[in-house]
């Protein structure tokens, strides 16, 4: 007995002392909401009651919910380096890329109950109409260079149309056609001025939040070390495929990998075999995978602002 009272009190002991350590992480304090800010160029006033509050709220929620706001940036220090010259090159600011966190929380395979998917969450039809092979075998939601491409093609759709990245934004959440009748119902053109649902008022504001965290974690009580940073795996080389690959499994061991490394690098083949009978081209990726086996204290650094 006194044995398992013994175990029990160390338990205790370690569990306060885990606590502790994470509190001694964390400070407790939520930012003011700033009078204005800039948003893909676009300057934002917050000095109005309704529109402080709202981004006041999300300030709250990203400061306190831990989980989703730590992962987002040491999944970002992996992530943006590879969507920003996407960003660039198709000529969309750089603070769309907040768009993504507010979508997936930067969670490459994240699928959402309503059916959307991938870092950008375009639903089926959106995703094909955006150019995107959506089917069981295939689906480029989970491509991450082609779905950001896609997301690019209706950014910059949306911004032809709307000339208001706030309005993109919203439009984004909600479906132009929604965006459209409200324009038209309210003779509006700035999001931010409308009544829209719950889900897109605040959609707008968590983007404002996401980017005030991102510039400065410290800000919102987080502190990271370049240890706490998910690295870049690279990749060792494309491999451009033609013709049907009927066993992935094997197809990996072609290539020095195990089937779990070809998945992860390929998120997008959603089989065990890839059907292509009208042989377009693809292109598979093969991960590194010496450089899986990374020594934290290396990791690169994407963003200084996000270390002690």
């Not at 929620?61 to 198709?90: G, V």
Request: hydrophobic share 40%; with cysteine; aromatic share 12%.
């Amino acid at each position: 007995m006194k044995t398992r009272i013994s175990v029990i009190a160390l338990l205790v002991f370690l569990l306060q002392s885990l606590f502790f350590s994470v509190s001694a992480q964390v400070d407790y304090h939520v930012p003011q909401v700033p009078s204005e800010m800039t948003f893909a160029g676009q300057t934002i006033k917050l000095d109005r009651a309704d529109l402080r509050e709202r981004m006041d709220r999300e300030l709250i929620a990203f400061t306190y919910s831990h989980t989703n706001s730590t992962l987002m940036i040491k999944r970002a220090n992996r992530l943006f380096p590879q969507i920003e010259p996407i960003l660039k090159r198709m000529g969309v600011p750089d603070d769309l890329k907040y768009l993504m966190v507010i979508e997936s929380n930067l969670d490459p395979q994240a699928a959402s109950s309503a059916g959307a998917a991938g870092l950008w969450q375009f639903i089926q039809s959106t995703g094909r109409s955006y150019g995107l092979e959506v089917n069981a075998n295939i689906d480029e939601r989970y491509h991450t260079v082609k779905a950001t491409e896609a997301a690019c093609k209706f950014l910059k759709e949306a911004y032809d149309k709307y000339g208001n990245w706030m309005t993109v934004a919203a439009s984004y959440n909600g479906g132009q056609q929604g965006m459209d009748r409200r324009i038209l119902d309210q003779q509006q053109t700035d999001a931010m001025n409308m009544w829209l649902v719950s889900e897109t008022s605040r959609y707008m504001f968590r983007l404002l939040a996401a980017k005030m965290m991102f510039e400065n974690p410290q800000q919102f009580g987080f502190n990271f070390r370049r240890e706490d940073l998910y690295p870049y795996i690279p990749v060792k080389e494309q491999v451009k495929i033609t013709d049907p690959v009927p066993d992935l499994v094997s197809f990996a061991g072609q290539y020095g990998i195990s089937y779990a490394d070809l998945k992860r690098a390929n998120l997008w083949l959603r089989e065990s075999k890839l059907n292509n009978s009208s042989h377009r081209t693809y292109y598979i990726d093969i991960p590194d995978v010496e450089a899986e086996h990374y020594d934290p204290s290396k990791t690169r650094i994407h963003n200084q602002a996000w270390v002690k």
